[in-house]
């Protein structure tokens, strides 16, 4: 009896180690663990400050440090939203494109609008796990070329270039892909953006000033072989995007 007693003080496999969860474990796999779990601890607070300073008004901390914040959250863990957002959005942004194609007599003809933002639609609707492309990527596109440019649609720095780039080629994929435009000679595109109020609801005392949309025409951009090349959709530095001459619509 003493005997199983003793066996039983000295542990299971004879060692002396008694206990449960990391105390089971021996010394340097204790280390690990411990240094792996505070690691851990402290990337999630660093985490969980940065995405509330993200959200956050502004404020003293998130304008003397709103650089470092950008760096973390973009673009893994954008946040599309604010804390103490006053209303939610109120207008409807759609993308609609058309293009300049050559026909075969050597001349040129323009096709109608194409509504880009309606085609996303569809494939959202009644999909219960639409892509992040069809999502986001145009409304992004069009954020980032708005927050880029000046009304007069002039680059207001490198970034500008690039976000030029991006629309141009993101309407060039969209439209070789329709099948009425398929195979078509494309020359030059032109893409707008068409803003629609959304009605208040009957309890709601806010009035839109104008229930007719309103229409931000891009300038019209030449297509070049870059445009459909296999890379194409990779990611550039903004400061090694080459300028892009813009072509106004005759």
């Not at 005392?205 to 229930?211: G, H, I, L, N």
């Not at 019209?220 to 619509?249: F, L, Q």
């Amino acid at each position: 009896m003493d005997t199983d007693v003793e066996k039983g003080a000295a542990g299971a496999d004879g060692t002396g180690r008694t206990g449960a969860g990391i105390m089971a474990l021996s010394l340097p796999y204790q280390v690990v663990v411990a240094v792996a779990l505070a690691v851990t601890g402290v990337f999630a607070c660093v985490h969980l400050a940065m995405v509330f300073l993200h959200v956050a008004p502004s404020n003293t901390l998130t304008k003397q440090n709103g650089q470092a914040v950008d760096d973390w959250i973009y673009p893994e863990f954008e946040q599309n939203w604010k804390l103490f957002a006053p209303n939610p959005l109120q207008q409807n942004v759609s993308v609609e494109a058309r293009a300049e194609l050559a026909t075969a007599d050597g001349g040129r003809r323009t096709t109608g609008w194409i509504d880009l933002t309606a085609q996303d639609a569809e494939a959202v609707r009644h999909n219960p796990m639409p892509s992040h492309t069809q999502q986001n990527q145009l409304r992004r596109a069009v954020d980032f070329y708005f927050n880029s440019h000046n009304d007069e649609h002039r680059p207001n720095g490198l970034r500008g270039r690039l976000s030029e780039q991006y629309m141009r080629r993101i309407a060039v994929q969209r439209l070789d892909a329709l099948p009425s435009l398929g195979g078509s000679d494309v020359r030059r595109v032109q893409l707008r953006a068409v803003t629609r109020p959304v009605p208040a609801p009957r309890w709601g005392t806010e009035k839109p000033k104008t229930s007719a949309p309103t229409y931000r025409d891009f300038p019209w951009w030449r297509i070049t072989d870059a445009d459909r090349s296999p890379g194409a959709g990779a990611d550039r530095n903004p400061a090694d995007a080459a300028p892009n001459r813009t072509e106004e619509a005759r």
